[in-house]
């Protein structure tokens, strides 16, 4: 017996990508509806060898149904996650709009698989930010055995985070250098993003930090370990899919970097390619529809007493987006609802 399975936003990167990992994983599906907007009404998308047709979310019964992975802004989240929840189907939202709920559990099934059971406080469990997602993968294992004091990222973040017109934005801005007269302007972007890096994703807050950044501080805490300090420079960088991060560990005790290599090797969701050679390491490029996190560049850094360094690439729309979403699903059914 299997799952009455709603994706929202089936239309978009990240709902496709959804659909497209429930077929990957098997996930026991014995229904499963796509719904869009109405504008995107009847547009088919593929699931496994299945083509489905999306049904209009404005005008649909969620009752009956176990549970809905939502891909949709938090505007439209806010209206239709509730009443999808009151009707008793469990929404695992993508959206930022839960995130931050204290009743609401924020959840990398890696990392605190044991929060799973709050869903039931409104019947709603959030998805991190993707930035956050892979980078948690990589600290939690650590963070067990030596205790994280202080976490420097820098992240350098693909366009497909901001979705179609940013992948679009990328291809037209980059075929337009090589053409004269065709030269597109930024319009997604508040700058070109083709041959170009941009230190600025999401909005400015007044302590100069961008959304971007202060979520990453946020959800670490909440996920990890509020006692963390997490400090963050967010970076758009013109690569299509593919998130990668440098981040910088302090931790209260010492752990030299033989041993987080072993740690990290045996850790779920992570592997380690780390060789100290050209190419030993892996880059955006490399991961794209891959389930992996991945750790490279592992190393002591010197100026710090209990001090490591690391690089971590992963797919963002897929572990930092919908490969967590459905893993949320998976984890939901084995422990919760056990229907599969």
């Not at 609401?104 to 869903?119: F, G, K, M, R, S």
């Not at 690569?239 to 072993?262: K, L, T, Y």
């Amino acid at each position: 017996m299997g799952y009455r399975i709603v994706v929202v936003g089936a239309t978009g990167n990240v709902g496709r990508e959804m659909l497209n990992i429930l077929a990957e994983r098997q996930f026991p599906v014995d229904e499963i509806a796509a719904l869009a907007s109405r504008r995107s009404l009847g547009t088919q998308i593929s699931f496994g060898d299945k083509t489905l047709k999306t049904a209009d979310l404005d005008t649909f019964d969620f009752a009956g149904w176990d549970m809905a992975l939502f891909a949709v802004g938090s505007e439209a989240t806010k209206t239709y996650a509730p009443r999808a929840a009151k009707a008793g189907c469990v929404v695992i939202d993508n959206s930022s709009l839960y995130r931050y709920d204290p009743q609401v559990p924020l959840i990398v099934p890696e990392v605190n698989a044991d929060a799973i059971t709050q869903y039931s406080n409104k019947n709603i469990i959030a998805n991190p930010n993707c930035s956050t997602a892979q980078m948690v993968v990589a600290l939690k294992p650590l963070h067990d055995r030596a205790r994280i004091k202080r976490v420097v990222v820098s992240t350098y973040q693909s366009v497909s985070g901001s979705g179609k017109d940013a992948i679009d934005e990328l291809w037209n801005q980059t075929k337009g250098m090589y053409v004269p007269g065709q030269e597109v302007a930024p319009k997604v972007y508040p700058k070109q993003i083709a041959f170009n890096v941009i230190p600025h994703i999401d909005v400015f807050m007044d302590s100069g930090d961008t959304k971007e950044e202060w979520k990453m501080v946020a959800e670490t805490k909440k996920i990890v370990d509020k006692s963390i300090k997490v400090t963050a420079t967010c970076v758009r960088v013109p690569v299509f899919v593919g998130h990668a991060e440098s981040i910088n560990i302090e931790f209260e005790d010492f752990i030299d970097e033989e041993e987080a290599r072993e740690i990290l090797r045996t850790a779920p969701g992570i592997l380690v390619v780390d060789k100290r050679e050209d190419g030993g390491y892996v880059t955006p490029v490399e991961c794209v529809g891959d389930f992996a996190t991945f750790i490279s560049r592992i190393r002591q850094d010197s100026t710090i007493e209990n001090g490591l360094n690391l690089w971590c690439v992963s797919d963002n729309l897929r572990k930092g987006a919908a490969l967590n979403a459905v893993q949320i699903a998976e984890l939901l059914g084995n422990r919760v609802l056990k229907k599969g």
